[in-house]
């Protein structure tokens, strides 16, 4: 393991390498204020995303695998923008009317389907869903994709409540890179808790992913060791900002997402968002998260129906709750069958709401919920995840995998044969979902 290391220049110890010194002679701080009082960052610390993962399992303070790992070259950079650029308004990303601005909401699978539950920052959970779902394997110290044609959704909230938010993040995107090369692809929804974070409320970071994202966004290391609390929440900002750099990288996650006849929402959708249109959704969501310019010269702003109230895509519980009255299942039906009927789709499969029994089922099979609470700052549980595919007769087919003492638990259900009639909709992915993800 230490050749390995040694090979990524990060130190077995896994301890942080020190951050290289600033180029500014007044301010040994890549954060330093300018005549404006606008934070301007320097270009003081390189972060590739070996350097990234290797702070994220330090945030972490506990063994990994991933120590052992190294990460090609990044198709995405987290790095600040180069001090030479003259204003920040070389970023902002005009909102003109385009077809999709955001990720498409329909894309196909021709293998399995898997999905996997909430991960707030837990690296080492995120790991175990990927293993036990066949995905992922290491081969001498690397991170392999192994799926062949496998999608795989994550339903959204990476972020809050655990230290490795960043290591998280980078670890899916390698795995899409990789994955595309074999006809697969791993998809990231946008959920509750990416949202807060891009509007500013940082009020479930724990102190590790302060950490994380202050090394990111370029602090220096001696910074950070001194405590600096303004300093390493005005990093955070810089970085999740709408606009910034993580900003413009969850930007290119799906809000909805229906992949083949099965329909993935962070909290649940509801017909009254259908009404309102889901590409739409998408693309709002997206321009909000890319700082981007209406025409009229205002910053665009989030949907409501996406993330205003209880009601919205990634707040609402319609689907989560676990205990319900007679009355309050039978509005859950009804509304299922009518956004699922709306979409020719066969399930959904939500978040949001941790489930105390694990994963699970509801309305004959309906509606899925997959999380489980497995990170460590929720419930600790066990890793769980969901797996779609059909058998011989082409029956849909899920199957539930929970990680036990002995082994791997494995539940199935077969879904009937009969297919509703086809409505309205995209019958093959969208030219934008071809090859890797390019919308920031």
Do not use: I, Y
């Given at each position: 393991m230490a050749a390995a290391l040694s090979s990524t220049g990060l130190h077995p110890s896994c301890t942080a390498p020190a951050a290289r010194p600033s180029?500014?002679?007044?301010?040994?701080?890549?954060?330093r204020p300018d005549c404006t009082s606008q934070l301007r960052c320097q270009p003081a610390a390189a972060c590739r995303r070996t350097l990234l993962l290797q702070?994220?399992?330090c945030a972490a303070q506990r063994p990994s695998r991933l120590n052992a790992a190294t990460f090609q070259a990044p198709s995405v950079s987290f790095l600040p923008p180069s001090s030479n650029r003259t204003t920040q308004a070389t970023e902002v990303r005009a909102a003109v009317p385009k077809h999709h601005t955001g990720p498409p909401v329909y894309v196909q699978a021709t293998g399995r389907i898997i999905a996997i539950g909430d991960i707030h920052g837990d690296l080492q959970k995120a790991l175990s869903c990927l293993e036990m779902a066949g995905v992922l394997a290491e081969d001498d110290g690397h991170i392999k994709w192994v799926g062949g044609d496998t999608v795989v959704v994550q339903l959204g909230d990476v972020l809050d409540r655990g230290d490795c938010e960043i290591g998280s993040v980078l670890l899916l995107r390698e795995l899409?890179?990789?994955?595309?090369?074999?006809g697969g692809a791993v998809y990231m929804l946008n959920g509750n808790h990416e949202s807060l974070n891009v509007a500013g409320d940082f009020r479930y970071v724990t102190p590790g992913a302060f950490f994380e994202s202050a090394r990111a966004a370029g602090l220096s290391e001696a910074d950070i060791a001194a405590g600096d609390q303004r300093r390493i929440l005005q990093a955070r900002w810089y970085l999740y900002q709408p606009g910034g750099a993580m900003a413009r990288e969850l930007a290119k996650n799906p809000t909805v997402l229906v992949v083949n006849d099965v329909v993935f929402a962070h909290g649940g959708l509801l017909p009254h968002h259908l009404k309102y249109g889901l590409q739409r959704i998408n693309d709002e969501v997206g321009d909000w998260m890319n700082g981007a310019t209406?025409?009229?010269?205002?910053?665009?702003?989030?949907?409501?129906?996406?993330?205003?109230?209880a009601n919205s895509v990634q707040w609402n519980r319609t689907f989560g709750k676990e205990r319900v009255s007679d009355y309050e299942r039978m509005h859950m039906n009804m509304q299922l069958r009518s956004t699922l009927d709306s979409l020719n789709a066969r399930a959904m499969v939500v978040g949001h709401t941790p489930?105390?029994?694990?994963?699970?089922?509801?309305?004959?099979?309906?509606?899925?919920?997959?999380?489980?609470?497995?990170?460590s700052g929720v419930l600790d549980a066990a890793?769980?995840?969901?797996?779609?595919?059909?058998?011989?007769?082409?029956?849909?087919?899920?199957r539930m995998l929970r990680q036990a003492m002995h082994g791997v638990e494995a539940t199935t259900r077969t879904y009937p044969a009969a297919q509703p009639s086809s409505p309205e909709r995209p019958s093959s992915p969208s030219?934008?979902?071809?090859?890797?993800?390019s919308y920031a």
């Open positions: 180029s500014s002679t007044h301010n040994h701080s890549p954060w702070l994220a399992v899409d890179r990789q994955a595309r090369q074999q209406r025409p009229d010269g205002t910053q665009a702003a989030p949907p409501f129906p996406a993330m205003g109230d489930q105390m029994s694990g994963v699970n089922c509801e309305c004959d099979g309906r509606v899925w919920r997959v999380d489980a609470g497995m990170s890793p769980q995840v969901l797996e779609f595919s059909h058998d011989n007769e082409g029956k849909l087919v899920a030219p934008m979902d071809t090859g890797a993800p």
